[in-house]
Nanobody, 129 residues
Framework: QVHLVESGGGLVQAGGSLRLSCATS????????SGWFRQAPGKEREFVAS????????HYADSVKVRFTISRDIAKNTVYLQMNSLEPEDTAVYYC??????????????????????WGQGTQVTVSS
């Protein structure tokens, strides 16, 4: 079993920044991708960003590409989402997820939520105008 715990959410004014963290523990696969997804009230869950743990390859949603940065600390088994220039439209619950990957997909960082087997409990991000 894999356990994911998010932290770092909160209330921030438009234009501000937040950094989310996701600590990973348990039986961590040798190859996997970590992803951030978000869900706003009344809306579908949407992909935000992902990173392949081995290659470091990243993938971003167009809506956050210039403003958000995903990164990982291998020693701490932690993935981060640095969010800058936040907008009220970024308000949502943010979820961290883990997608175990076969060695043949060693460099991939998927965006399909259905691929991700493990999820954190979510952290609320609220951006005021």
């Amino acid at each position: 079993q894999v356990h994911l715990v998010e932290s770092g959410g909160g209330l921030v004014q438009a234009g501000g920044s937040l950094r989310l963290s996701c600590a990973t523990s348990g039986r961590i696969p040798s190859n996997y991708a970590s992803g951030w997804f978000r869900q706003a009230p009344g809306k579908e869950r949407e992909f935000v960003a992902s990173i392949n743990w081995n290659s470091g390859n990243t993938h971003y949603a167009d809506s956050v590409k210039v403003r958000f940065t995903i990164s990982r600390d291998i020693a701490k088994n932690t993935v981060y989402l640095q969010m800058n220039s936040l907008e009220p439209e970024d308000t949502a619950v943010y979820y961290c997820a883990l997608d175990p990957l076969p060695s043949s997909r060693r460099s991939e960082s998927p965006s399909d939520a259905d691929e991700y087997d493990y999820w954190g409990q979510g952290t609320q991000v609220t951006v005021s105008s």
